[in-house]
């Protein structure tokens, strides 16, 4: 079962879908979104981890630009439009929004224990940053890029905290990679896994670069993660 709900901030009021496991109260998972906004690839992940027994959040991280955003990655001019949400998009009142989304879910009734994140691309950043700078129980972050240009923030990460990052990433080259790697090595709370041969959105559903075994893999360590860390 899902639902759009809306969650309030002093800034005006956004929406998020929701998605119900088959047993509630439990656990909470907030869904970060990429470029394209809720389109059918985030409500598709978001079911997903409902189905894994988490209520589930996608919040529209793009409300103050443009409300309830749904592009694809399957034509030019999509992406055009995605990247001048990108390049619009502010981090800051991002994760603002995100705290709040926290907040709403753990204020739900249907939510009982912790809440984590998980999030691609855009959502990927979003998702270290919420590691760093809200109450999160535990984050996932794929592929996130511009990662290594807030990697400062890292020593204020305590909760756990799961990278994914593809090898042949067109968006986050060696360089920056490995800067990330780097900087993750000796924090316990921290894991991080490269994928050869993937690009950028190697996990997104039905996307241009999916790759099968590596999205199976990286969705299996991840359920495994929020398993041991939010159940």
Not at 22 to 37: D, H, K, N, R, S
Not at 58 to 85: G, H, S
Not at 203 to 210: D, F, I
């Amino acid at each position: 079962m899902s639902d759009m709900l809306s969650i309030s901030t002093p800034d005006g009021d956004f929406d998020a879908y929701v998605a119900y496991p088959a047993q509630t109260p439990a656990p909470a998972i907030v869904v970060l979104q990429e470029i394209f906004g809720i389109n059918g690839d985030m409500r598709e992940t978001t079911d997903e981890y409902a189905r894994q027994g988490y209520v589930a959040l996608c919040p529209d991280l793009f409300w103050r630009i443009d409300p309830n955003v749904n592009l694809t990655d399957r034509t030019e001019a999509e992406w055009q439009q995605a990247m001048k949400y990108y390049n619009a998009f502010d981090l800051n009142t991002g994760v603002e929004d995100i705290a709040a989304t926290i907040g709403f879910a753990r204020g739900l009734g249907q939510v009982r224990g912790k809440v984590g994140s998980v999030g691609f691309c855009l959502g990927g950043l979003l998702s270290f940053l919420t590691a760093a700078r809200t109450d999160i129980d535990a984050a996932v972050s794929y592929y996130g890029g511009g990662t290594d240009q807030h990697l400062s923030e890292l020593p204020k990460i305590t909760a756990p905290l799961l990278i994914h990052l593809a090898e042949q990433d067109e968006f986050i080259d060696a360089d920056a990679r490995n800067r990330v790697l780097t900087a993750v090595q000796g924090h316990a709370n921290v894991e991080a896994y490269t994928y050869p041969g993937c690009h950028h959105a190697f996990a997104r559903n039905r996307g241009v670069h999916y790759d099968a075994a590596a999205a199976q893999l990286a969705n299996t360590r991840t359920a495994e993660f929020f398993a041991k860390h939010l159940k």
